[in-house]
């Protein structure tokens, strides 16, 4: 019983000293792919929630036509919240206030993550078959409607 007894601190003390533990358990990362686009340019910033992974990009500058990506990896399961919303500047333009919040759900299956969004705005909810966001500035005068779709992009 001793020896035993002594082999199991033994086995505890190298697993402290090296960082390991019984449960841990080692994923390939999951990546998600926020595509987003801005009508007339302009800055937009995803705000992750606290604990939640933060993309190695916070803010990116989009031209008008251009598409804009934020990657974020998730490395363990989890539910995490985001909020992307474009951020106006000293243009004279009529800039979207839409804020989008992306739920996303990681989950453990068979030892591999796997990642479902949920993308809303307001009390629209989209899923993960959908990972566009459009922002829509116009110019003074102009209706948003006579731009075209607003929003999430189907």
Same mark, same amino acid.
């Given at each position: 019983?001793?020896?035993?007894?002594?082999?199991?601190? #033994?086995?505890?003390?190298?697993?402290? @000293?090296?960082?390991?533990?019984?449960?841990?358990?080692?994923?390939?990362?999951?990546?998600?792919?926020? %595509?987003?686009?801005?009508?007339?340019?302009?800055?937009?910033?995803? #705000?992750?929630?606290?604990?939640? $992974? /933060?993309?190695?990009?916070?803010?990116? %500058?989009?031209?008008?036509?251009?598409?804009?990506?934020?990657?974020?990896?998730?490395?363990?399961?989890? @539910?995490?919240?985001?909020?992307?919303?474009?951020? $106006?500047?000293?243009?004279?333009? #009529?800039?979207?206030?839409?804020?989008?919040?992306?739920?996303?759900? @990681?989950?453990? %299956?068979?030892? %591999?993550? @796997?990642?479902?969004?949920?993308?809303?705005?307001?009390?629209?909810?989209?899923?993960?078959?959908?990972?566009?966001?459009?922002? /829509?500035?116009?110019? $003074?005068?102009?209706?948003?409607?006579?731009?075209?779709?607003?929003? #999430?992009?189907?």
């Amino acid at each position: 019983m001793k020896r035993l007894l002594t082999i199991y601190m #033994i086995v505890l003390l190298i697993a402290g @000293v090296t960082g390991l533990t019984a449960s841990a358990y080692h994923y390939e990362p999951v990546k998600a792919q926020i %595509e987003v686009q801005v009508k007339l340019g302009g800055r937009v910033t995803i #705000i992750p929630d606290s604990g939640s $992974p /933060v993309p190695a990009k916070t803010e990116r %500058e989009i031209r008008d036509g251009e598409t804009g990506r934020f990657d974020i990896d998730f490395t363990s399961p989890g @539910v995490y919240g985001y909020t992307v919303r474009n951020l $106006p500047d000293d243009r004279d333009l #009529i800039f979207d206030k839409t804020v989008y919040r992306i739920e996303a759900y @990681v989950d453990d %299956e068979e030892g %591999e993550l @796997v990642l479902t969004l949920v993308i809303s705005k307001g009390e629209e909810k989209y899923g993960s078959d959908t990972n566009h966001l459009l922002f /829509v500035n116009t110019m $003074p005068g102009t209706e948003p409607s006579a731009m075209g779709v607003h929003g #999430i992009s189907l």
